[in-house]
Each structure stands twice: as structure tokens, then as C-alpha cells.
């Protein structure tokens, strides 16, 4: 069976007292779902965040790293300094890392072969524009954007991908795809990887839907066959609302 996993994106949230007063109200709350919980906080926190957490079934993780190794590349962070303090799972590809910081997916495809050779787990995010969507391409841009990041892969390194389902329209918008829309997509994506690989392969990858999911909304969109879980913003910043949509598996 595939894994539930409820990831929430902190972004540049939070300073060190905020993240140590976030965590300790996370594990105060009560797990009440199968999923597998995550919380990305910023570069600066992972390492207190991480300390935090060791005896809790909260997983920290990543939100971005560089594709290289090491070297002169000031300012960036490398898959071996996020080993080094316990970090197992990087987030590549959010939209955010796309529009503002120029992310190519051939840089993704990069930070994807980095993070896999040192034995992470990635959380690959895509998703199209509002306009995409309002052209009828957003299949065809889903398709390009896991293609040209990940075809290259075998299918044995899938067992270290999740895959997230972000319309960027969905992002922070307030603005939800329907159940229905994402349940469409989430299908969508499994029969391409089907076709590229193997229905046991495209059977085995969870794909997290993220774009405004809320305690409100996050029982439907969880309801459908192919959504394996969310990729949260706005809404993991509150613990209450966090585990209400963890536990809505
Ligand atoms: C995100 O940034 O990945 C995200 C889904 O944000 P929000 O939940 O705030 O829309």
C-alpha cells in the first residue's frame, strides 16, 4: 500500500523561538491517521527542529538544496551538510524555487540525481499556471515538468520519489483545485508513469496534492483514490489546523 504522508512547507517562516514554540505545540497533538507526518523549516532551523523531534513520529525535512557536491557556490546548501545533521528528505522543485529563483527542470533534474546518490528522499513538486490550467495545457505542462526532471531515472529510484501535485493557482490563493480536479491529475500522472515504466511502479509512488489545503477542505480531497496526501503552506503554521489535516486520512 502506498504511504500517507502530510508534509507542511514553512517556507520563511518562523525564527528560532518560533519554530522551537511551533514544535513543541505539533507534539502536543494527538495522531490519529496512518500518515506519515513532515515539516520543512527553513535552513536555519533544521538543525534545532530536528533535536526536537527525535522521539516524534515528525520527520524533518528540507526545502531545498543545491545540485552540487560542494564548492563555491556562496549561500547555498549542500546534500551532504543536510546528511550531516540527520536530514533525510529534501523538497526540489516547489513553484516558489521555479518562479523566483529561476529554477530550470534541467536544475531539477541535477538536484534530483544529487539528492538520490546521497541516499535522500526528494518530494518533487510541479504544477501549472493559472493560464495552463485556463488553456486546457495543464496535463501536457505536468507531463513536461516530470518528464524532463525525472525520466531519466530508473525505475528502482522511484522508491525515494513522492511526488507533489502543486497548481501553482492553488498556491497560498485560498483558491483549492477540486477533489475532482486533483483526483483527474493524480490519475493523470500515475498512467504517464505507467506508461514510462510500470503500473507496480506507477502504483507504488504516493503523489501529494498542495495548493490551499485547509482542515476544511482536506477530508475530500483526501477521499479520492489517487491523492497518497498534501503538501501544506499557510495552514501547517498553526499545529491545531496541521493535525487536523493530518489526521483527515
Ligand atoms: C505550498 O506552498 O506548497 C502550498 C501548498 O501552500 P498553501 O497550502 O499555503 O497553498
Redesign the pocket.
Known amino acids: 500500500m502506498r504511504k500517507h504522508i502530510v508534509a507542511g512547507?514553512w517556507?520563511m517562516n518562523n525564527g528560532l523561538i518560533q519554530t522551537k514554540t511551533l514544535i513543541s505545540e505539533l507534539k502536543q497533538q494527538k495522531k490519529t491517521s496512518d500518515a506519515e507526518v513532515m515539516i520543512a523549516p527553513a535552513f536555519t532551523n533544521l538543525w534545532p527542529a530536528f533535536e526536537a523531534t527525535r522521539q516524534y513520529p515528525i520527520e524533518v525535512v528540507a526545502q531545498n538544496m543545491h545540485f552540487a557536491d560542494a564548492g563555491a557556490y556562496t549561500g547555498e546548501i549542500s546534500a551532504g551538510m543536510l546528511k550531516s545533521i540527520g536530514i533525510q528528505t529534501v523538497i526540489l522543485g516547489?513553484s516558489e524555487r521555479r518562479a523566483y529563483f529561476n529554477e530550470t527542470d534541467n536544475d531539477l533534474a541535477k538536484k534530483v540525481d544529487t539528492a538520490l546518490a546521497n541516499e535522500m528522499r526528494v518530494i518533487f513538486c510541479f504544477g501549472e499556471e493559472l493560464d495552463d490550467r485556463k488553456a486546457g495545457n495543464h496535463e501536457k505542462v505536468v507531463e513536461s515538468q516530470i518528464k524532463n526532471a525525472l525520466f531519466h531515472l530508473e525505475a528502482s529510484a522511484f522508491k525515494s520519489i513522492v511526488l507533489a501535485y502543486?497548481p501553482v493557482w492553488?498556491?497560498?490563493t485560498g483558491e483549492t483545485a477540486t477533489p475532482e480536479q486533483a483526483q483527474d491529475m493524480h490519475a493523470f500522472i500515475r498512467k504517464t508513469l505507467a506508461d514510462k515504466y510500470s503500473s507496480e511502479t506507477a502504483n507504488s509512488v504516493s503523489i501529494l496534492y498542495?495548493?490551499?489545503?485547509k482542515p476544511n477542505n482536506a477530508k475530500e480531497i483526501f477521499s479520492k483514490p489517487d491523492v497518497d496526501g498534501g503538501?501544506?503552506?499557510?495552514?501547517s503554521l498553526k499545529a491545531d489546523d496541521f493535525f487536523a489535516i493530518v489526521n483527515a486520512f
Open positions: 512547507n517556507k516547489h502543486e492553488a498556491i497560498g498542495g495548493g490551499s489545503v503538501l501544506i503552506g499557510g495552514a
